[in-house]
């Protein structure tokens, strides 16, 4: 699944938060998110960014990649080995290049089958200096040469000497170091996590977040400590968890932390966690934040929308009055898998500008959606929210009360589509529910004796 369809999954995710919240409430935005880099082309892999303090005044960039390796067409013989044709260039605003990687790395396509997951995970380091940067990964499948190219634009962080916070890696993989590993960090093995997505069926499931600590106050002959607090808040900004650790002895200037998050109770949806850590000894504090998702089942990387029941139905609901009617058939038959490319699919095929970042059309759409929970009665299952949804804001709006020849309150929108069409809406139990009795739309009901039926 490329990078557009990426965006897409997260653009349905966060209107559909939105459309859930009470109209008193404030939804994040779309940019408020830090979300992972997802490819285009052929072939789909992810990739995150991770920044601490470097050596001699640079930077360590940390970039981990995922692919799914079931994109992969196998050797025609078992002797040849596999190999993903990998590419890494990092550009300063100038265009030159200050790191060029291209490699050829073998890999096995043979599913792990203690826990399903079917992916190649690896990282590579790079000391920068601070300032703007441009990412650009590419992966291609040496035998089919499908292809995936990702670019991201960054700004390298500048630590300097003062006390500061690196940027959260979170881990769904943790054990102790056996020998030299691209992952180790203080002893440890922390594979990385670049979707940032993780399963919550599985009671087992962990999720562990390692940072680093830079500049504190520190003196040998001296005891000093200090603290961190972490909260963990969904999509609505609601706390779901927090911790705190008081009184932790430093061991030097800087130091590395591993903190386990719990996951196994949490539903499937974003949430952030933020971190917060306080230097005891002059109480300067510093703060870094991280997105995530869980997800309702077993995580692949193909999987990037929550698949509930409830979730099944919105992402019909959003789509409902805009898909043909084999469309809708065909939804309903589909797996939970089957359902979520379908939805991203639609969306992709109804993008009037593809070379672009932005689905103007599904962002237009989202608009009316949100337009309609608020300002029409029944909400999305409202006549007059289908007709807005499917042909936007009327040209002119008609309103007639209760008259000596109509006895319920009629409201008529006119468009111009195709010539002059009307479309007239009678509150026929005078709850403000309207209820569309005629138009002349080819499309949609027809009653030319409407009136007849409303009549004093």
Not at 66 to 74: I, K, T
Request: charged share 25%; proline share 5%; with cysteine.
């Amino acid at each position: 699944m490329n990078r557009r369809l990426k965006n897409l999954a997260v653009g349905i995710l966060l209107f559909g938060v939105a459309e859930a919240l009470p109209a008193q409430e404030t939804p994040r935005s779309e940019a408020e998110f830090a979300l992972p880099s997802w490819s285009t082309g052929a072939l789909s892999f992810v990739a995150d960014i991770y920044q601490f303090e470097g050596r001699g005044g640079k930077t360590a960039i940390e970039i981990s990649y995922a692919v799914d390796l079931s994109q992969f067409v196998a050797q025609p013989s078992p002797s040849q080995s596999q190999v993903l044709d990998l590419g890494i260039i990092l550009r300063e605003p100038r265009g030159n290049a200050v790191v060029d990687v291209h490699e050829r790395q073998p890999i096995t396509l043979s599913r792990d089958k203690a826990d399903g997951v079917f992916s190649f995970i690896n990282l590579r380091r790079f000391e920068l200096s601070p300032g703007p940067m441009a990412l650009q990964v590419s992966m291609r499948d040496s035998v089919s040469g499908r292809e995936g190219i990702l670019n991201q634009e960054f700004v390298v962080r500048d630590f300097g000497k003062i006390f500061s916070l690196s940027d959260l890696m979170l881990s769904a993989q943790l054990q102790k170091a056996q020998g030299k590993s691209v992952f180790e960090k203080g002893g440890l093995i922390v594979v990385p996590l670049p979707s940032r997505s993780i399963s919550v069926a599985d009671s087992l499931s962990q999720l562990f977040v390692y940072f680093e600590i830079n500049n504190m106050k520190y003196a040998p002959a001296e005891t000093s400590f200090y603290g961190i607090r972490y909260e963990v808040h969904d999509a609505r900004q609601n706390r779901v968890f927090a911790n705190t650790r008081t009184h932790l002895p430093k061991a030097g200037n800087n130091s590395s932390r591993i903190e386990k998050i719990p996951v196994a109770g949490l539903t499937p949806g974003r949430y952030r966690l933020s971190l917060r850590v306080t230097d005891l000894a002059t109480q300067q504090a510093c703060s870094a934040a991280v997105d995530f998702a869980c997800t309702p089942g077993p995580q692949t990387e193909a999987m990037v929308l929550t698949m509930t029941a409830e979730d099944i139905q919105k992402y019909f609901d959003q789509i409902k009055y805009v898909a043909t009617d084999r469309e809708r058939k065909i939804y309903w038959q589909l797996s939970d898998e089957g359902k979520q490319n379908f939805v991203l699919e639609f969306w992709k095929s109804k993008d009037p500008t593809p070379g672009t970042p932005e689905n103007e059309f599904m962002m237009e759409h989202f608009r009316r959606l949100a337009y309609c929970r608020e300002k029409f009665p029944g909400g999305l299952n409202s006549d007059m929210a289908k007709i807005y949804i499917k042909y936007g804001s009327p040209m002119e709006v008609s309103r007639d009360v209760s008259t000596a020849k109509i006895n319920r309150p009629v409201e008529i929108w006119t468009y111009a589509l195709d010539g002059r069409r009307e479309f007239v809406f009678v509150d026929r139990t005078s709850d403000g529910r309207y209820v569309l009795v005629h138009s002349n739309h080819p499309a949609e009901y027809s009653n030319p004796n409407w009136m007849e039926d409303f009549a004093n």
